[in-house]
């Protein structure tokens, strides 16, 4: 009898201390690098340890600190009939833990509409807010905050947003909510209580209540260009406010925050901007740490919904009068003029000052007989960063030919400019990290998410 009280009572012990600790949590920060293969995490931390970059004087990235001191594990993020998915069903899985189809919002792969984990949050009194660096009615924000049968359907996922009434919407897309079709919904969304803000200095000003923030008429500015755009809040400072209103309520909150534009930098294989928008995660990842840390009833949560592009550097061989100018520049070559790839290219990276997208479509919508060699030269030069000698390019009519010889000096390779199947890296730092690690799907995420927070059940 005496063993079975004390089994009995180690057993009620058990049962309470993991009660105890699921009820821990009461903020989630949920950090979602769109495009974000294991690729470009593995490109990133590898120019933080190795190459200087800019911001990193110990040499190690927020990432790779995060990753060292969490829990990681990795999950695949098919959907319930495609390999490869889209922003909108990856989204969609995620906030659900359902499994949906390429390009739906916020309903099952049967079409049903099932709650989003920002919708079971507000349930439980908890405050609870999107914000991104593209807009707020593009496809990750949209699935965790509207139900629609195309991710298209912008000005409805607008209209769905401001009933649903998030406390805090924030990031680009005005003209959704600014149109003939929504022209008083920025009206209504007053009514509701919502500050409507447009750039850096009104954002400051908001110290309660709900929030609105658009802060461009379409997507935010790419990060390499963001300098050119001074009254364009920062995606952290967008989070610093969004934590600062949420955090006053008691129950706590769930805050999703989207780094979006590592996908179209990658979209467009553009190293450069890549490294750009991962700096700009880097940052988010850094303030989300740091406030775990002062709160340890927090989970920060980090993944990617697909992976974009598969690039990476690779070796390549070179002819002897480039072998002999990069051996002039001090690089290292071997077994016959072969290029492994300087740590040097990411300093190259850092020099870009532009968008190598915006540059492809310039050229491409130009008059031939305007786009001359010089002209390309000039572009080229201006938004990399440093001169580019257009003499050694092979055939300039081919204008994706061009940035693909770039890559190619640089030493990057990508396999495509689409998104891809490949397994991704979720990261859990903070209360309950542990309960993210192994492997999974992502219509896993939300059901450890609620056992996190004592939401299960069970």
């Known amino acids: ?71 990681w594990g990795l999950y695949f993020n098919n959907t319930y009939d495609t390999l490869v998915t889209d922003s909108a069903a990856a989204a969609t899985q995620m906030a659900t833990g359902e499994l949906s189809r390429p390009e739906i919002i916020g309903l099952d792969f049967k079409g049903k509409t099932v709650k989003t984990l920002l919708e079971l949050a507000k349930e439980k009194g908890k405050s609870v807010g999107v914000i991104s660096d593209t807009y707020v009615t593009d496809a990750t924000p949209a699935g965790f905050t509207a139900h629609a ?120 294989n553009d190293a450069g901007a890549v490294l750009a928008e991962m700096k700009t995660l880097d940052a988010l990842i850094a303030f989300a740490v740091k406030y775990a840390d002062e709160h340890p009833d927090t989970l920060v949560y980090l993944n990617a919904d697909h992976d974009t592009g598969l690039g990476s550097f690779v070796y390549r061989y070179v002819g002897k009068e480039e072998a002999a100018r990069k051996t002039a520049q001090g690089e290292a070559l071997y077994g016959g003029n072969t290029d492994y790839a300087s740590f040097g290219a990411f300093k190259l990276f850092e020099k870009q000052t532009g968008s ?46 061009i940035f693909r010889q770039v890559n190619e000096k640089r030493g990057m390779s990508w396999a495509t400019q689409n998104h891809s199947a490949s397994p991704l890296i979720g990261v859990a730092y903070g209360a309950e990290a542990e309960r993210f690690s ?3 799907h992502n219509t896993d995420i939300l059901p450890r998410m609620k056992a996190a927070l004592g939401w299960d059940e069970d």
């Not at 003209?175 to 209504?188: G, Q, S």
């Not at 786009?371 to 960063?385: D, H, N, V």
């Open 438 to 440: 192994g492997v999974y």
């Open 356 to 401: 190598l997208y915006y540059v492809e479509e310039e050229l491409k919508k130009m008059p031939a007989e305007k786009r001359t060699p010089e002209y390309i030269e000039a572009r080229l030069s201006q938004a990399l960063g440093y001169p580019v000698n257009i003499a050694e390019f092979n055939n300039l009519d081919d204008i994706p030919g």
């Open 149 to 268: 049968p195309g991710r298209g359907w912008k000005m409805d996922i607008a209209r769905q947003q401001i009933a649903f009434g998030a406390d805090v919407i924030s990031g680009g897309g005005l003209k959704y909510f600014n149109t003939d079709e929504n022209e008083n919904l920025l009206k209504e969304a007053k009514k509701q209580g919502y500050r409507v803000v447009r750039n850096k200095k009104e954002l400051a000003k908001v110290k309660s209540g709900k929030l609105l923030g658009l802060f461009s008429d379409g997507a935010m500015p790419m990060s390499v260009e963001l300098y050119k755009h001074p009254q364009v809040p920062t995606l952290v400072a967008q989070a610093q406010k969004a934590v600062e209103l949420m955090e006053q309520n008691k129950n706590g909150f769930v805050l999703m925050a989207e780094a979006g534009k590592i996908d179209w930098a990658a979209h467009a």
């Open 1 to 71: 009898m005496r063993k079975f009280c004390n089994a009995f009572v180690a057993l009620v012990c058990l049962f309470a201390a993991g009660v105890l600790s699921a009820a821990d949590v009461k903020n989630v920060i949920w950090i979602i690098g769109d495009g974000m293969g294991p690729e470009i995490m593995g490109f990133f931390m590898q120019g933080a340890r190795y190459a200087n970059l800019d911001g990193y004087p110990d040499n190690v990235s927020h990432l790779e600190k995060m990753m060292s001191a969490g829990t």
